[in-house]
């Protein structure tokens, strides 16, 4: 399963696969479009609402741990899915966890902007 291809014929290949996950993931995950809708939000509310430039980019660079994890959640269930159909304690605990991860990428967020919005409207 080598791959051979070197310099720009790699990175296209990279791109394209990335590209091919990420639309994938929108058109098959629930999850992962109402995640992007947010992040909407996310961007249009960082660039408006935090004191510093240093806040926005903290609030960007931590909501785009949301997506990531979720891409990763949707790998494992797709894994899971692909091994069996069957119900199994071990794969219940591999999406479980996937699961958590999402959870806490999603606290991680919220806790972000608590700070933020703390120091934006509470702070003199």
């Given at each position: 399963?080598?791959?051979?291809?070197?310099?720009?014929?790699?990175?296209?290949?990279?791109?394209?696969?990335?590209?091919?996950?990420?639309?994938?993931?929108?058109?098959r995950?629930?999850?992962?479009?109402?995640?992007?809708?947010?992040?909407?939000?996310?961007?249009v509310?960082?660039?408006?609402?935090?004191?510093?430039?240093?806040?926005?980019?903290?609030?960007?660079?931590?909501?785009?741990?949301?997506p990531?994890?979720?891409?990763?959640?949707?790998?494992?269930?797709?894994?899971?899915?692909?091994v069996?159909?069957?119900?199994?304690?071990?794969?219940?605990?591999a999406?479980?966890?996937?699961?958590?991860?999402?959870?806490?990428?999603?606290?991680?967020?919220?806790?972000?902007?608590?700070?933020?919005?703390?120091?934006r409207?509470?702070?003199?």
């Amino acid at each position: 399963m080598g791959n051979k291809d070197k310099g720009l014929s790699h990175a296209r290949k990279a791109m394209s696969a990335t590209l091919d996950g990420l639309s994938e993931c929108f058109r098959r995950e629930a999850a992962f479009r109402h995640e992007c809708l947010v992040g909407i939000l996310n961007l249009v509310l960082a660039l408006t609402i935090p004191r510093t430039w240093t806040e926005t980019g903290v609030l960007l660079v931590v909501y785009l741990t949301l997506p990531m994890v979720e891409l990763l959640n949707s790998a494992v269930e797709e894994t899971v899915d692909m091994v069996t159909k069957d119900w199994d304690e071990r794969a219940k605990r591999a999406k479980d966890y996937g699961s958590a991860a999402v959870f806490i990428a999603i606290a991680l967020v919220c806790a972000s902007w608590a700070v933020v919005l703390f120091r934006r409207f509470a702070l003199p």
